[in-house]
């Protein structure tokens, strides 16, 4: 061991006593912890000033950092990720769509388990893959906030298990007391579902389950009861028929199956592929109803005319078939209209069609007396194959009134109806209803009637539900939850078999029902199971029925002073979906107008009364007075006037609480049925106008060549008839010249290696009904914005559809060109972003935002926009939507916008951003559908096959009007629809913006001359 | 000097018996002085209306766009219309500083100043609008072409729109330049004047040590010709861009060659009414009357009658030509104009801008004070609705009727329009305190020439 020593200073190489001290601390130099930190240093302490702002610069700099975070948005991940699911990738389920109003087989698209868009299952033979504005709607629906999210019971949340018990004691108590049980419903298609109602009525012996529809059909099961002893509703087949002739049945958008129907109508009435042949369309009705607007002839019909109209066109149809005639009067100023669309119909005998709305028997059975001389059944009539959709019976719920207002029922079961707001006297039928001892509810809201019941035990929404149904006899489809029940809530059919005691699970019920077994797994992901159509059968027809109906018929004559008629409407319906903002922004296809109803009004009684839009009015009909605002229509028949229905609900939910007023009180019921329209009184009130929300205000093209309409006698001869060649006169040196717009053009185009996106409205097939304005509101997330906003024209919607009526006046008088017709013609044109190759909207964004892309589309960058509107003002088309305000956090639209609450906010397409206030948006033509097609096909290695792609608003319409592809795919449909087709146009074709969207020419089947008469 | 006369026909410019020290005591009497009762009242008019624009101007940027009357359909209305309002009414200033200096226009000197404080504060009105029409007017900076992060992202040199942010900003550096420029010499004199130490040093620091030498007054007007040869084409192209906003779009009623022209004129038609307006008030206030007198009213007045002459004819030939075009979209957007639901509008414009200015060949109304401040006003309000009837008005109505709307403003709008208002007057209100108001020492090099005792003498 060395000897050195190593000393760590000179301190220690003295040692001094100092430093031997020291030595032992563990810091050599005292440290002032405690004068620091001790209590008693902090409060003898002075801060010295520098420290302080140090300390507060700090904190205050720090807290600014803190405060400068962006706002984290938490995302889950799966912790165990269900096998199905897939992040990023939809699933699809197919379902059926049916609220005892309208059916439409669906599929419904499901994000991280969420449906958020219904498409139609185009394996349906009933609605081949269409669907309408409701259905489409529907899904929203699901997430609405005013559900109810436990049962009720007397007005205070409970749980199933003492509902269950108190519901069933209640009923063992009736039961032993032979009390009177009734099940009153809307009509019930499912099979199973009336299977468990029979086993319920086997349990509970007293039971009766009256069908009631809101809007009844009652009339014509009764009338083809007695006329052909078969009480049904038959299939219409109006693709079959070369002359349709309805009387105020709005086929197209609500009468019985009008999404069926609307795809057979617009079947006979297409013109592409060199077809020459279309179906002629006669409408005798009092309001200007969306079928009739697309009817090639329509003439102006009060309601009280029906019954005689309908029997001098039978007497007409006879005495040109050699029938008997039925003794009834004249049919006044519809003599010759009626004598013409005799003519007509005997002409196409065999491929005609009459149908009509009213609900009186006796109408309905001369109706199926023409039909029967013009030999419709076995051709364009199927009484084989009944529809089952409206099974109404309004003899039936007559009687349960007159039952409950003796007292005589125990128990009354309503399902997925709401008689306390769709019958007339509603205050009557809810008093009666107090009488009795048991009521329950099984509707998803305290509505008008659940609010009145002891029970609402809520039923499932449909997409969280099982189910089949028989929307036409064979014709089976099915349902399947695509999501977990959001709420404690159950299912009718579920409550209804645990309570007959026949089962506790309705899911294994469905399973092992009936023909079921076979194949249900494979049924199940079909959707639909439908046999082979039903043969005609030969019909017997009672003809007797004839003259019996003749006489009540002949007793129907006009008052002499106004008639109201209540119709419904193509996005409210019979109002069950009324708290569905989606359906109250629709604008009513024909009025343009949402959120409201009002009163239709006909010019000439507009003029002549001194109404103007807006007044109010008081309305007065069968001992109920309403003020309600004033609509001037064209179209409405003078001496009537129409309101709609489905409006005025009270606690259905905030959106539609307060809306419009409920026209179901100016309904009545007779001992024909249910009545739809009545004599009426209308004065002006002394309020001050209410302010009505339409998105188009201006109804006439205004001799411009918008809408290319041709008469069907010159398009046969000339395909390209009113399409005619566009030719801009242009001087080239000293020659005048007249060239086509694309060869006058400034602009190099673009290069589209890839692909060329494209679409074809053909306006021929358009119906107006809307369906695709509600698709492309769920596909891209479209923000609701109330009538206050519509009032201020700033819908947002992606796609409108224009309508336009003719006007009498002379070319050129142009303030006379804003007015309509007072009974015109419509047209219907859809129009939403044109994707034009030379983009007006391109070249003057200051910022890039809107830019062309290598595929032909016009894209919106929102990030990089900056709101300058410049766009949307140089936009031709007027397509461009700004978003005004933040319309997921202000105020303002809480009470409108889904996307406000957690709730609403699930039914965002996750594929779509939803955008920021001040920036522009526009149809993208669904390029999150385009972009998800080409990186499958991508990942295929394969090419996209035509028609691979639809668009939202493409998949959604009932009549196949639109036709998306690639251009640039030789023989591609859109190509097919472009070259060869004459009737192809773009619109403002003089602009020469070449658009990548065109239309195909609008062809009416009327004469030369022809037009509706006033 | 004295050997170049006065042509005999010359009225004189400066009346009353001028030396050169009551000049500038006449001139820095309101900046050395305390403010009369009136400036109080007109400032705190004017203020309150700042106030309250700049309220309706926070609510715009808190709520959104939605908080005026715009619409799917009318995507501009007041704000590009106030926007064009008022850089046309800043085209005054510098056509007077520029043109008319070149052009050897004496009478320039005792209006020239305030005319272009009024550019401006008017051009700082215009830029409001854009900017704030925006929907995100925090992200407005994209608008400048600026190395950036995000890859290839570039503004679009095509776009109209951009080409105003360059001709906008150029107009305003150049003749805030060009204003201050001027300001130096008197600044200086303000300087020498005081007596609070406070009042020395700014005005010190602002004079930039001018000392009134042969060489800075050699290099100050040759710094001011070159800057008047810089302006002078910015007269021309800062309208002529502005309307290219218009002309370049397919708006029909927007979509016309003739609005370089029509706009240039009409911006310099706008203009000498607004300078007519302050400037009829300004000299009664600041007791200014012996140098801006109703020879330079007069002057103006013919300016007017020629620029309003050629806007007539302007209005009158966008309607042959829309007749002539043959286009209907073009010949309905002018109909529609004069007969269609905003005919008030139209007709507002028309007699404002076309019938008015012509009673000015009236020599009793054109030399009459009350008479050219009544015209004046028309002027403003006729040159208003003309920008209105051609941005609004034709956006209501363009190609697809079922489009066609109205606009109606919301209070929050016409807020920030008068808040703009107050803005220019409280600005030009504090300029009437702070600086000269007429260029004081210019005004000295023409005394000895169009001075009411020197003219007087050459008789």
Redesign the interface.
């Known amino acids: 061991m060395s000897e050195k020593k190593y000393w760590k200073g000179i301190e220690e190489l003295r040692n001094d006593a100092e430093f031997v001290r020291l030595k032992n601390n563990e810091f050599f130099e005292h440290l002032p912890v405690d004068e620091k930190i001790s209590r008693k240093a902090e409060a003898n302490d002075v801060t010295p000033r520098r420290d302080f702002l140090k300390f507060m610069g700090f904190s205050v700099a720090a807290a600014t950092l803190a405060a400068c975070e962006t706002p984290i948005v938490k995302s889950i991940p799966y912790i165990i990720k269900p096998e199905e699911i897939t992040p990023g990738i939809a699933n699809w389920y197919a379902s059926t769509f049916w609220d005892g109003y309208d059916y439409c087989p669906v599929v419904v698209k499901t994000r991280e388990g969420r449906p958020i868009k219904i498409e139609g299952n185009d394996k349906s033979l009933i609605t081949g893959g269409g669907t309408s504005a409701r259905v489409q709607a529907s899904v929203l629906s699901l997430y609405d906030t005013a559900r109810l999210k436990t049962p009720f019971a007397n007005g205070a949340p409970a749980s199933w298990e003492n509902i269950d018990a108190a519901v069933s004691k209640k009923l063992a108590d009736i039961a032993a007391k032979n009390g009177k049980i009734r099940i009153l419903s809307s009509t019930i298609i499912s099979p199973s579902t009336k299977k468990i109602i029979e086993e319920f009525t086997k349990k509970y012996p007293g039971t009766q389950h009256v069908t009631y529809d809101s809007i009844s059909c009652s009339g014509i099961i009764k009338a083809n009861k007695e006329s052909f002893e078969t009480a049904a509703i038959p299939s219409y087949r109006f693709d079959k028929a070369d002359v349709i002739v309805s009387f105020g049945a709005d086929f197209l958008a609500n009468w019985i199956s009008p999404i069926e129907f609307a795809g057979q109508y617009a079947a006979g009435r297409k013109l592409d592929n060199g077809k020459k042949k279309m179906s002629k369309h006669i409408q005798f009705e009092a309001n200007l109803s969306l079928t009739g607007s697309n009817a090639d002839k329509r003439y102006m019909m009060k309601p009280s005319q029906a019954g005689v109209a309908i029997a001098n066109l039978y007497n007409a149809v006879a005495r040109m078939t050699g029938a008997v005639t039925l003794n009834v009067p004249d049919a006044g100023e519809l003599k010759n209209a009626i004598e013409d669309t005799a003519k007509q119909l005997v002409a196409a005998k065999g491929k005609s069609l009459v149908v009509a709305k009213s609900n009186m028997a006796s109408v309905q059975n001369i109706v199926n007396g023409i039909n029967v001389l013009l030999e419709s059944y076995g051709s364009t009539i199927n009484l084989a194959e009944p529809c089952m959709t409206r099974q109404g019976n309004d003899d039936a719920i007559k009687n349960l009134w007159k039952e409950l207002i003796d007292g005589e029922v125990s128990a009354l079961l309503i399902y997925n109806c709401n008689p306390c707001y769709t019958l007339p006297d509603a205050d009557k039928f809810t008093t009666a209803l107090k009488k009795v001892e048991l009521t329950v509810s099984f509707s998803d809201r305290s509505d008008e009637t659940a609010g009145n019941c002891h029970f609402i035990c809520p039923d499932n929404h449909y997409l969280e539900s099982w189910g089949d149904a028989e929307a036409k006899k064979g014709y089976y489809s099915f349902s399947q939850p695509t999501i977990a029940p959001l709420f404690s809530t159950r299912q009718f059919a579920e409550s209804m078999l645990l309570w007959s005691g026949a089962g506790n699970n309705y899911h294994e019920y469905l399973k092992s029902f009936g023909e079921n077994v076979n194949g249900w797994e494979s049924k199940l992901k079909e959707g639909v199971h439908e046999m082979l159509s039903q043969e005609s059968t030969a019909i017997k027809f009672m003809s007797e029925v004839l003259s019996a109906s003749a006489s009540i018929v002949s007793t129907m004559k006009s008052s002499g002073g106004l008639e109201l008629i209540l119709y419904e409407k193509t996005g409210i319906g019979n109002g069950n979906q009324a708290n569905n903002p989606w359906l109250q922004e629709l604008p009513d296809p024909v009025s343009k107008v949402t959120w409201d109803n009002y009163l239709c009004v006909s010019p000439k009684d507009a003029r002549e009364k001194g109404w103007n839009n807006n007044n109010v009015v008081t309305l007065k009909a069968n001992g109920v007075a309403m003020d309600v605002p004033v609509y001037v229509q064209p179209g409405q028949t003078p001496g009537t006037v129409a309101l709609a229905l489905g409006y005025g609900r009270k606690n259905c939910g905030k959106v539609a609480d307060g809306v419009g007023v409920n026209a179901f009180a100016f309904s009545r019921i007779t001992s024909e049925g249910i009545m739809y329209w009545s004599n009426c009184d209308v004065a002006k009130s002394t309020k001050d106008d209410y302010m009505l929300a339409a998105t188009?205000?201006?109804?006439?093209?205004?001799?411009?060549k918008?809408v290319k309409e041709t008469m069907l006698e010159n398009f046969i001869r000339k395909s390209d008839s009113g399409n005619e060649e566009l030719l801009i006169?242009i001087h080239d040196g000293e020659e005048k010249k007249k060239l086509s717009p694309d060869k006058v053009n400034l602009w190099d185009s673009f290069e589209t290696p890839n692909h060329r996106w494209g679409m074809s409205i053909d306006l021929n097939s358009c119906i107006g009904c809307g369906a695709c304005v509600v698709a492309c509101t769920a596909e891209n997330n479209v923000p609701v914005v109330g009538k206050d906003?519509i009032a201020?024209?700033?819908?947002m919607h992606w796609i409108?559809i224009?309508?336009?009526y003719t006007s009498d006046a002379a070319e050129g008088d142009?303030?006379a060109m804003e007015q309509p017709s007072d009974n015109p013609q419509v047209v219907f044109?859809p129009?939403m972003c044109q994707h034009c190759n030379h983009a007006?909207c391109e070249?003057?964004?200051?910022?890039?935002a809107t830019t062309h892309s290598s595929e032909g589309l016009n894209q919106m960058a929102y990030n990089?926009?900056?709101?300058?509107?410049?766009c949307?003002?140089?936009c031709?088309?007027?397509v461009?939507?700004?978003?005004?305000?933040?319309y997921t956090t202000?105020s303002k639209f809480t009470d409108v916008n889904p996307s406000q609450s957690e709730l609403g906010r699930m039914v965002l397409n996750p594929d779509v951003v939803v955008r920021?206030?001040?920036?522009?948006e526009k149809c993208s033509m669904c390029i999150q559908r385009i972009q998800e097609t080409k990186l499958n096909a991508k990942k295929e290695s394969r090419k996209i096959a035509d028609g691979e792609i639809k668009t939202a608003c493409l998949q959604a319409c009932p009549t196949h009007a639109i036709t998306f592809g690639d251009y640039n795919i030789a023989g591609s449909e859109i190509n097919k629809m472009w070259k060869p087709e004459e009737r192809s146009y773009h619109?403002?074709e003089e602009?020469d913006?070449q658009p990548n969207v065109f239309y195909q020419t609008k062809v009416r089947n009327t004469e030369a001359g022809e037009k509706h008469e006033s | 000097m004295s050997e170049l006369h006065e042509a005999v026909v010359r009225n004189p410019l400066v009346l009353g018996e001028k030396t050169y020290h009551q000049i500038t005591e006449d001139v820095c009497r309101p900046v050395e002085g305390k403010a009369n009762k009136y400036w109080w009242m007109a400032f705190t008019i004017a203020f309150t209306a700042f106030v309250w624009g700049f309220c309706c101007f926070a609510y715009t940027i808190g709520t959104g766009i939605g908080a005026w009357g715009l619409n799917r359909t009318v995507g501009w209305a007041w704000d590009i219309t106030n926007f064009v309002w008022w850089i046309g009414i800043g085209h005054a200033g510098t056509l007077i500083s520029a043109i008319l200096l070149l052009f050897r226009q004496r009478w320039r000197m005792s209006i020239n100043r305030s005319a272009e404080a009024m550019t401006i504060f008017a051009v700082m009105c215009a830029g409001l609008f854009p900017a704030l029409h925006t929907g995100r007017p925090w992200l407005d900076y994209f608008m400048f072409p600026l190395p950036n992060q995000f890859g290839s992202l570039w503004v679009n040199f095509n776009s109209p729109l951009l080409w105003d942010v360059f001709a906008v900003l150029t107009y305003f550096s150049v003749s805030l330049v060009f204003w201050y420029l001027g300001l130096i010499p008197d600044l200086a004199t303000i300087r020498d004047r005081a007596i609070t130490p406070a009042r020395k040093f700014i005005y010190g620091l602002l004079a930039f040590g001018w000392k009134g030498t042969a060489r800075d007054w050699s290099r100050f007007e040759e710094v001011a010709l070159v800057l008047a040869g810089i302006s002078t084409p910015l007269v021309l192209s800062v309208h002529t861009i502005v309307s290219f906003d218009f002309a370049t779009s397919i708006v029909p009623g927007w979509h016309t060659t003739i609005f370089p022209p029509y706009f240039v004129a009409g911006a310099i038609f706008s203009g000498f009414a607004m300078v007519m307006t302050l400037l009829v008030i300004a000299r009664k206030v600041l007791s200014l009357e012996q140098y801006i007198t109703v020879q330079h009213i007069e002057s103006m007045n013919k300016i007017i009658i020629l620029t309003g002459s050629i806007v007539g004819i302007a209005y009158i030939t966008e309607f042959f030509i829309a007749w002539y075009s043959g286009v209907e979209y073009e010949s309905y957007a002018f109909i529609n104009r004069a007969t269609g639901p905003y005919w008030w509008a139209y007709w507002t414009m028309m007699t404002c801008n076309v019938i008015t200015p012509q009673l000015f060949w009236f020599k009793k109304i054109r030399t009459s004070l009350t008479a050219s401040f009544i015209i004046s006003i028309f002027i403003n309000i006729g040159m208003w609705f003309e920008r209105f009837v051609i941005i609004a008005v034709s956006l209501t109505r363009d190609y697809i009727p079922s489009a066609w709307t109205m606009y109606h403003p919301t209070f929050i709008e016409v807020g920030i329009f008068i808040g703009t208002i107050g803005f220019f007057f409280t600005c030009f209100l504090l300029f009437a305190r702070v600086f000269p108001v007429i260029a004081l020492n210019e005004l000295k090099t023409i005394l000895k020439r169009t001075g009411n005792q020197f003219v007087k003498r050459h008789e």
């Open positions: 188009q205000l201006h109804h006439t093209m205004m001799g411009r918008i006169p906003e201020r024209s700033r819908e409108r224009d309508r336009y142009l303030s044109q129009v007006p070249t003057v964004c200051p910022v890039v990089r926009c900056i709101g300058t509107r410049y949307a003002n140089n031709p088309y007027k461009r939507r700004f978003n005004w305000f933040e202000n920021a206030r001040g920036v522009m619109l403002l602009l913006v």
